[in-house]
T-cell receptor, first 113, second 114 residues
Framework: NAGVTQTPKFRILKIGQSMTLQCAQDMNHNYMYWYRQDPGMGLKLIYYSVGAGITDKGEVPNGYNVSRSTTEDFPLRLELAAPSQTSVYFC????????????FGNGTRLTVT | AQSVTQLGSHVSVSEGALVLLRCNYSSSVPPYLFWYVQYPNQGLQLLLKYTSAATLVKGINGFEAEFKKSETSFHLTKPSAHMSDAAEYFCAVSDRAAGNKLTFGGGTRVLVKP
């Protein structure tokens, strides 16, 4: 039972490079989310999706893009990496209802130098 | 807009002592509230949730939380700390009006002393 799978686990980027963080879930969840976690700041929502073909901005979307072509996958794209994007990124998914818990991946630790 | 405030970014308790983590929220509608735990190098796991069925909610690993509407609080407690409780704990509120987004507090890291 895989749950939410994130790849890669770690990545170091140079300023200006681009990359895609992958996220896949096998629970047939409609709702998927990308959060970033910075020390002492909790988790901040970057983008979310309520179903295939539908995405919306969260609290901190600048510098990121997403797509949702299938129910299972929700990749996060960084086009021009900046040091401010150094963070731990978490993907999560849930069923439709608001009281359903989020299922989290194990995170991607990204360093931009 | 919803918000969550966790009082204290770090808490140190002795093994066997009470664990109390404070959470206050603001929400324009009756909230759904959650506590999550994060162990090192892992994602977050659900501890417990409040969805208006009962004000005292019991979760996993002996944790419980009480919803107090008058105080807009949802504090987390455990009567007796165990070494395995060392982790970071996050309180969160669900935005039912916008994609069920969770707004998280800043987190409280718990250190358990032997």
């Amino acid at each position: 039972n895989a749950g939410v799978t994130q790849t890669p686990k770690f990545r170091i980027l140079k300023i200006g490079q681009s990359m895609t963080l992958q996220c896949a879930q096998d629970m047939n969840h409609n709702y998927m989310y990308w959060y970033r976690q910075d020390p002492g700041m909790g988790l901040k929502l970057i983008y979310y999706s309520v179903g295939a073909g539908i995405t919306d901005k969260g609290e901190v979307p600048n510098g990121y893009n997403v797509s949702r072509s299938t129910t299972e996958d929700f990749p996060l794209r960084l086009e021009l990496a900046a040091p401010s994007q150094t963070s731990v990124y978490f993907c999560a998914s849930t069923k439709d209802s608001a009281n359903s818990p989020l299922h989290f991946g194990n995170g991607t630790r990204l360093t931009v130098t | 807009a919803q918000s969550v405030t966790q009082l204290g970014s770090h808490v140190s308790v002795s093994e066997g002592a009470l664990v109390l983590l404070r959470c206050n929220y603001s929400s324009s509608v009756p909230p759904y509230l959650f506590w999550y735990v994060q162990y090192p190098n892992q994602g977050l796991q659900l501890l417990l949730k409040y969805t208006s069925a009962a004000t005292l909610v019991k979760g996993i690993n002996g944790f419980e939380a009480e919803f107090k509407k008058s105080e807009t609080s949802f504090h987390l407690t455990k009567p007796s700390a165990h070494m395995s409780d060392a982790a970071e704990y996050f309180c969160a509120v669900s935005d039912r009006a916008a994609g069920n987004k969770l707004t998280f507090g800043g987190g409280t890291r718990v250190l358990v002393k032997p």
